[in-house]
């Protein structure tokens, strides 16, 4: 019997030096391992989701929901839907990929491209802009000889991304609970370490022909930050738009984003748009849901998406030179209604803020406290020794039955914050988040602030207990 089991353990032995030996020097079945690894992981976090009460309802779920599965969207062109999906356009020789979706995701988008183009062979992977839901998959599409090519600012928007990423990471986990409680760091789904091979800068499109098919690349920063690059496929009238008119269109764009990130240029975005319609397209082509293919809707859509933009901008730059309030302006400038979208993904008002401070930066040149470290809330303490905390906590009441949330919150933030924690202050806190939470419901729908208004509800009930 031990015989045998000293046999066992040595062919055990074997077995392990066997597989090490494959993993760390045969890189095509590291990288199988890999892919299972995070297939299985993809299934993990559906199912997370899913399950989870608190993104019921939200774009996230519905997103994480698509089922993935390759499609033929035009002759020889193939998309592959997600989270962001991931693009093939074959041509009579090597293949180009444009976006290559989440990482967890690929695995099952690698499978459904190559079960449909079985004799898949790339040359290029081009990635629309440095998110994670755009180019979360490069590495496990790259092998030797592919060139990976990408907007010239890149390399510097995946560097503060990756720096500032459990800053974001903690940001975008408020908003959204269910995601895990930190970034993944390891392998092929870490976010960051994608080295282009050839880049385009703006003003300076690439243009080629391979395999029969005419290829134009155009850096139009814009919407989803400084590195957006586009594919235009001339001959076919395909605009491939990765991220660039964000998840809906048309949609008034998300020139800040509250979950954070650098501010987006909005006369940037404008010229971008410029680009666009000059080029005309009969499909555009997103990096998110389906393909739009009326070519009335495409036209209508860019032109009221450039000119809804452009109102905002110059609306809130003829305020300030007429020495208006940032406050005030954000509350005045609506766009008329021939120019009205949807801003359930951009905020007309957070737009206005955006461009004020884009241009006169954090000082608004009105409390000379916002020069220095010492927050207003240094001294609710004191107005508490002043006031009665409970008065405030009327009067806070009172503004909610006027309809006044905002007003509310402000005093409530005076009694929470001077250390007042009672059940009359946080009953009267969620009464106004309610309002506010109602009236986007009703009213932009935009998604994040919903999200925001549901996590401070959260957090708000969850000092009741």
Known sequence: MSKVLKILARLIGLLVVGFAILYLFFPGFKKSLQLKAVDKMGDVAVKRMSENPDAAGSVAAEFINIPIKAREISGGVWQATGVGNAHLITTSGKDVLFDTGLSTQAPKQIKALKDAVPDLELSHIITSHSHADHAGGVKFWDEDGIDIVAHAEFVEEQRYLTELQDYFWHRNRTLFPFMPESPPTIGLIAYGGIEPTMTVANGQPLKVTQGGVEF?????????????????????????SGDFFGPLFPQFPNIFTMRGEKIRKPVEYVNSLDVIIDLDPDMIVPSHKDPITDKAVIREGLVKMRDATKYVHDQTVEGMNAGKKLEQLMAEIQLPAELALTQEHGKVSWAVKSIWEYYATWFHFDKTTELYHVPQSA?????????????????????????????????????????????????????????????????????????????RIRETEARLQ
């Open 379 to 455: 001294v609710h303490s004191d107005i508490l020794e002043l006031v009665d905390g409970e008065a405030l906590v009327k009067k806070a009441a009172d503004y909610i039955a006027q309809d006044k949330p905002l007003e509310a919150l402000h005093l409530l933030d005076i009694v929470d914050g001077g250390g007042v924690d009672n059940t009359a202050v946080l009953d009267a806190r969620i009464n106004a988040l309610n309002i506010l939470k109602s009236r986007a419901e009703a009213g932009e729908k935009n998604s994040y602030e919903i999200y925001w208004l549901n996590y």
């Open 216 to 240: 134009e690349l155009y850096a139009l920063p814009g919407a989803e930050g400084a590195d957006n690059l586009v594919l235009w496929l001339p001959q076919k009238k395909i605009l491939f």
